[in-house]
């Protein structure tokens, strides 16, 4: 993760988070527009991040969840007033674009792969998000209704030229949509931290929850072409995943969905 150092942060901490704030270095980690991160170089590292009010909420309960199941980092603090403060622990380890396993992109492929398997194969049954499929298919017909179209993300996606084709093919799947499955819901290489090649957890969990598998598959897909500038580990990836719970033509309705958003 890219670090910028800082001289302080940009608003007053409030009191709760004033003893894993104090004396700490500041780093500014963002990657996004919708949140601003902040690590907190102090013991083993914290992270802080802000956004609008309300919008931290699911990501906080699912990162807790994560951690109960010992995949994921622990929730120190969730504040919600004018805007939202998550605080978590530091995960061990780096993220997947981190140099050390991107030079070696066979290897990663089948590690993402399997972790992403494993994962799938986990009891969800005290997960806190138990319909992620309703919200999938209710945010994607909202954002077609609202003209929230954007493809320049997914150019070569299953080749779906305008909103109308994309929709279309969206609603002749939807409906073979499942929900059961634990989903990480934005698995690409930065939200996957390794140590020495092994698992330590995962982060940016706010689009978890129960939902349909070829969700996760569809970034995983995606991550491997978009960090590694190529698309030749796509049937690698999914040979490493197993076959045996793979729908290509679900794949292809993910994709529709994911070009609203």
């Not at 780093?27 to 802080?48: I, M, Q, T």
């Amino acid at each position: 993760m890219k670090k910028t150092l800082l001289r302080a942060l940009p608003f007053d901490v409030p009191s709760e988070l004033e003893r894993w704030a104090s004396g700490a270095r500041i780093y500014d980690s963002s990657c996004s527009a919708e949140a601003r991160v902040y690590f907190l170089d102090k013991d083993g590292g914290y992270y802080l991040k802000t956004a609008k009010s309300g919008t931290l909420m699911r990501e906080a309960q699912m990162t807790q969840y994560f951690h109960s199941i010992g995949l994921g980092t622990e929730v120190l603090s969730y504040i919600s007033g004018d805007f939202d403060l998550l605080l978590t622990a530091a995960v061990l380890g780096e993220d997947c674009v981190d140099s050390h396993y991107l030079s070696e992109p066979k290897r990663l492929c089948d590690t993402i792969a399997l972790e992403l398997r494993r994962l799938h194969e986990i009891d969800y049954s005290k997960c806190p998000v138990r319909n992620r499929t309703a919200e999938y298919i209710a945010t994607v017909e909202e954002n077609y209704r609202t003209d929230n179209y954007d493809k320049s993300h997914f150019p070569d996606s299953f080749g779906y030229s305008s909103a109308p084709e994309a929709i279309r093919v969206f609603e002749q799947g939807k409906h073979a949509l499942r929900c059961d499955t634990l989903l990480h819901g934005d698995y690409c290489l930065p939200n996957i931290m390794l140590k020495d090649w092994r698992l330590s957890g995962f982060i940016d969990l706010g689009n978890g929850g129960v939902g349909d598998r070829h969700i996760d598959l569809f970034w995983g897909v995606w991550t491997l072409e978009f960090n590694l500038k190529t698309n030749e580990y796509r049937d690698r990836f999914l040979d490493a995943y197993g076959r045996d719970k793979v729908d290509k033509e679900m794949l292809k309705v993910i994709a529709a969905a994911e070009v609203f958003g």
